[in-house]
T-cell receptor, first 113, second 110 residues
Framework: DAKTTQPTSMDCAEGRAANLPCNHS???????VYWYRQIHSQGPQYIIH???NNETNEMASLIITEDRKSSTLILPHATLRDTAVYYC??????????????FGKGTLLTVNP | NAGVTQTPKFRVLKTGQSMTLLCAQD?????MYWYRQDPGMGLRLIHY???????AKGEVPDGYNVSRLKKQNFLLGLESAAPSQTSVYFC?????????FGPGTRLTVT
């Protein structure tokens, strides 16, 4: 699976958009970009994933650059409950052992009142 | 629908003791995983299973054994606990693109 690079920490004001970057310059053509988050002491939670098109769901938007070497997770209106560690993960889709997720250290997002 | 549950939530062991962590899921998923998370680190895969009766090693399997006798349960065993196994253990299942995680078991080995 391709390696990812994320900033260690970021701050965001409550109500503003939080933009979390991720670099994955060695991504392969069949690898997806996944985002998970982990609120303190809880199990990780799936947020969103994409291959090359921008994606949006009820939690967030995912913007992937045209060359697919980087992406940005956008939380449009951050709340205090969005304070968490956010993990960007790149892996192939498919069954078997390919369902394994490789977690790095992620980005600690702190939303301030 | 409880999703993924883990038993126990907390445990303190002495070096050399044994214990089993239980993961149960009610989503009828084939794939199940055990991860460990150490302070300031991401999750690391210990073992996983792609179906009832199957198990496979992850990236940090040493010191652990697993069994998947029933589809809904995935057991993680520590035969002789060591202080290096002090960690938070998470179980997960997968369906298509999303992994569902349990609440975790906090284990301390003294």
């Amino acid at each position: 699976d391709a390696k990812t690079t994320q900033p260690t920490s970021m701050d965001c004001a409550e109500g503003r958009a939080a933009n979390l970057p991720c670099n994955h310059s060695t991504i392969s053509g069949n690898e997806y970009v996944y985002w998970y988050r982990q609120i303190h002491s809880q199990g990780p939670q799936y947020i969103i994933h994409g291959l090359k098109n921008n994606e949006t769901n009820e939690m967030a938007s995912l913007i992937i650059t045209e060359d697919r070497k980087s992406s940005t997770l956008i939380l449009p209106h951050a709340t205090l409950r969005d304070t968490a560690v956010y993990y960007c993960i790149v892996r192939v889709a498919g069954g078997g052992s390919n369902y394994k997720l490789t977690f790095g250290k992620g980005t600690l997002l702190t939303v301030n009142p | 629908n409880a999703g993924v549950t883990q038993t126990p939530k907390f445990r303190v062991l002495k070096t050399g003791q044994s214990m089993t962590l239980l993961c149960a899921q009610d989503m009828n998923h084939e794939y199940m995983y055990w991860y460990r998370q150490d302070p300031g680190m991401g999750l690391r895969l210990i073992h996983y299973s792609v179906g009832e009766g199957t198990t496979a090693k992850g990236e940090v399997p040493d010191g652990y054994n697993v069994s998947r006798l029933k589809k809904q349960n995935f057991l993680l065993g520590l035969e002789s606990a060591a202080p290096s196994q002090t960690s938070v253990y998470f179980c997960a299942t997968t369906r298509f693109y999303e992994q569902y995680f349990g609440p975790g078991t906090r284990l301390t080995v003294t």
